[in-house]
């Protein structure tokens, strides 16, 4: 019982600090989303084109081999 009891107040004292700063680590989290999101207002376009192959030489020949383009 008495572990249980301490359990849940070490518990509650770990999240005490979080509890006054939910407000602003949700602002903090948009803006960072908001920063990492490729289609924002103002940002430029961009191309990006990948060769995908197989590493391991038994492989090369498999024919297994293709491109991925980002537009």
């Given at each position: 019982?008495?572990?249980?009891w301490?359990?849940?107040a070490?518990?509650?004292?770990?999240?005490?600090?979080?509890?006054?700063?939910?407000?602003?680590l949700?602002?903090?989290?948009?803006?960072?989303?908001?920063?990492?999101t490729?289609d924002?207002?103002?940002?430029?376009?961009?191309?990006?084109?990948?060769?995908?192959?197989?590493?391991f030489?038994?492989?090369?020949?498999?024919?297994r081999?293709?491109?991925?383009?980002?537009?």
């Open positions: 019982m008495y572990r249980q301490l359990i849940t070490l518990a509650a004292l770990a999240a005490w600090p979080t509890l006054g700063h939910a407000e602003n949700a602002k903090e989290v948009k803006k960072a989303v908001e920063r990492s490729l924002q207002p103002g940002t430029k376009a961009f191309h990006l084109r990948a060769t995908v192959a197989p590493s030489e038994r492989d090369k020949e498999s024919g081999t293709g491109e991925v383009e980002i537009w």
